[in-house]
């Protein structure tokens, strides 16, 4: 029996460790570095210590240490994130083997620390959105504290910024990250302008190619998705193909409400809660649920 077991055992470890299947290998390329998991939760958390210090990270004890604590965490950011987009050099089939990997990382890395006072100020806007059209939030520390919405804007807008800068891999793995911790779902691709809120949050999804405007409003469970996907000539899912809803600027979507493939919701919109949205409505629409139809029937009809 021992003998039976010990040889089904290395017949496993033989196929888990890659016998040559095509279909089910998988392993990553030894030949080169791969993004850590763990260092990417540290950036994670560095931005948003520097977008919100004292919120997250250590406490700022003297606003007049303010500077140099920022300066120690950007510093910090840029070697770890310079290392990382150097990881996943190889994933780029824009850049790969076209530049100095080393100097492409340091200096992506540096243009993303640049963007990030305008990321802050986007971010702000994000807090005063939630701040003006939520009558339970009662300052705008507990908004950064407390709310979920919150923590995946840092994320998603972060993300954007970096897949914006050509960076491949590591703005899912952070919008993913979000995703994990707060439920809601907004994809790195996705443009999404000042002023958004979502409230409450859980269940949102946001696709790649959706275009979100200014001041608009989501509740829970609400999907801007895809209706349907073109297909390559392989008959595979095409890639970069315009599929999700645009949203203009001072709509507001209720809960659990669909709103799938590119379709434009007209600005100052309201689309009301479990509606099942495919059309394009113009400005100022109001798009609300059927009333159910109550039958009633006695003596067994009906049946």
Not at 22 to 43: A, G, M, T, V
Not at 58 to 83: C, D
Request: negative net charge; glycine residues 8%; aromatic residues 6%.
């Amino acid at each position: 029996m021992e003998i039976k077991s010990s040889s089904v055992i290395d017949e496993a470890i033989h196929l888990l460790s890659g016998s040559g299947d095509s279909e089910c290998d998988y392993l990553p390329d030894q030949n080169h570095l791969l993004p850590s998991i763990e260092k990417l939760k540290e950036i994670v958390d560095l931005l948003r210590s520097i977008v919100f210090p004292g919120y997250f990270g250590e406490p700022v004890l003297r606003h007049q240490s303010l500077p140099h604590l920022i300066g120690v965490r950007v510093e910090k950011l840029y070697g770890l994130l310079t290392e990382q987009i150097l990881s996943v050099h190889h994933f780029d089939t824009v850049n790969n083997g076209t530049v100095n990997a080393a100097e492409y990382a340091a200096e992506t890395a540096s243009q993303f620390i640049g963007i990030l006072p305008d990321i802050r100020k986007k971010l702000y806007t994000d807090v005063h959105a939630i701040y003006n059209g939520d009558p339970a939030a009662k300052n705008h520390g507990e908004i950064i504290f407390c709310y979920p919405s919150i923590r995946a804007m840092i994320n998603y807008r972060a993300s954007h910024a970096i897949l914006s800068l050509g960076v491949p891999l590591i703005p899912r793995f952070i919008a993913e990250m979000a995703h994990s911790e707060t439920g809601i779902d907004i994809h790195p691709g996705a443009h999404i302008g000042d002023h958004f809120c979502i409230d409450h949050g859980t269940g949102v999804v946001i696709g790649e190619t959706c275009i979100i405007g200014n001041n608009v409003r989501l509740y829970q469970g609400v999907t801007l998705g895809a209706k349907k996907f073109a297909l390559d000539e392989d008959g595979n899912p095409a890639k970069d193909v315009p599929r999700h809803p645009i949203i203009e600027d001072n709509v507001v979507i209720y809960s659990n409400a669909n709103i799938l493939g590119r379709i434009t919701i007209g600005k100052n919109s309201v689309i009301g809660g479990n509606v099942w949205q495919t059309k394009s409505v113009p400005p100022n629409s109001r798009v609300l649920q059927q009333k159910a139809v109550e039958s009633v029937f006695t003596d067994g009809l009906g049946i």
